[in-house]
């Protein structure tokens, strides 16, 4: 518990929980060969760097990056990710008639498609006796 970053944290947040994630067990020394396959900080990588991926992977086999490194790299690609959410929430924090706006178109084009696809439902099984 407490280890999962909200999309509302802080960047300090994010730092201090990105540098206690467990990473390699394998892996004493910064110049030992890692195994990323099984190092979730490679996973983030992956999901959150994926062009810089490869390279995160192949420093980490050699033993050419060291856990902190890789762990500073994607900390920085997490928390920009981050900031762009946060800032267009914060956006809408201030306006919560444009919130309810674009809620209130949403369901008027959900309603018309769903309208439309039970149309097409009961056309398929038959069960369009209304129109006969």
Not at 31 to 59: K, L, M, Q, V, W
Not at 71 to 94: D, G, P
Not at 97 to 126: F, H, N, P, Q, Y
């Amino acid at each position: 518990m407490g280890n999962a970053i909200e999309l509302d944290s802080s960047p300090e947040d994010i730092a201090f929980k990105i540098r206690l994630a467990v990473t390699d067990p394998a892996r004493i020394h910064k110049n030992d060969p890692g195994h990323p396959n099984i190092c979730p900080i490679y996973a983030y990588h992956r999901t959150f760097r994926s062009e810089g991926s490869e390279e995160i992977r192949e420093g980490c086999e050699k033993g050419t990056i060291g856990c902190a490194g890789c762990k500073q790299l994607v900390t920085a690609a997490i928390q920009q990710l981050l900031e762009l959410m946060q800032e267009r929430r914060s956006y809408y924090e201030v306006r919560p008639k444009k919130v309810d706006d674009i809620l209130m178109s949403g369901t008027v084009r959900a309603r018309v498609l769903a309208r439309e696809t039970m149309v097409e439902v009961r056309e398929a099984m038959g069960l369009n006796y209304f129109n006969r």
